[in-house]
């Protein structure tokens, strides 16, 4: 299941990461999911899990505005419009399944398949920024969890 996920990720990059592009471009046709089926079409022989692809693209989609409250404050160096839309993608994929989990993902494979995703396709210094951009937001999601126990 583990190396299904992983390519289950790099499809929903891929796709979140075309919406995002198109979307920034005001592409009148954008539809997201005709974006998620061309790119589970391409892979649909090798992905069992195709429900947690369109679970986890649909969510990020719905759900931007709250994701990006979530991560933009810890990229305080960087302006949304500085940061490659790869890693934007990428970033807003991580921060979605820590905040929404999908059934047994665990925070810690959230997090290191999006550094593995930022060494694959963002650049030099992405899995960095993404690592310490993703630690920061788990810390802050723990903390308020823990304060929401009190």
């Known amino acids: 299941m583990a ?39 391409v892979h649909k022989d090798n992905i069992q899990d195709t429900d947690f692809v369109r679970a986890v693209i649909k969510g990020v989609v719905d759900k931007q505005e709250e994701l990006d409250k979530l991560w933009l404050p810890f990229a305080t160096n960087w302006p949304l419009d500085q940061i490659p839309m790869v890693e934007v993608s990428i970033i807003r994929l991580a921060v979605y399944e820590l905040k929404f989990p999908y059934q047994d993902v665990p925070y810690k494979v959230a997090i290191d398949e999006a550094v593995e995703l930022a060494k694959q396709f963002g650049g030099d210094n992405a899995a960095k920024f ?14 308020q969890e823990i304060k929401a126990k009190k």
């Open 3 to 41: 190396a299904n996920r992983h390519l289950g990720r790099i499809v929903a990059m891929q796709a979140l990461y075309e919406y995002f592009v198109r979307s920034s471009l005001k592409d009148p046709n954008l539809a997201i999911e005709d974006i998620s089926a061309r790119a589970l079409s």
């Open 130 to 143: 993404i690592n310490g951009v993703l630690g920061s937001v788990y810390k802050s999601l723990f903390t």
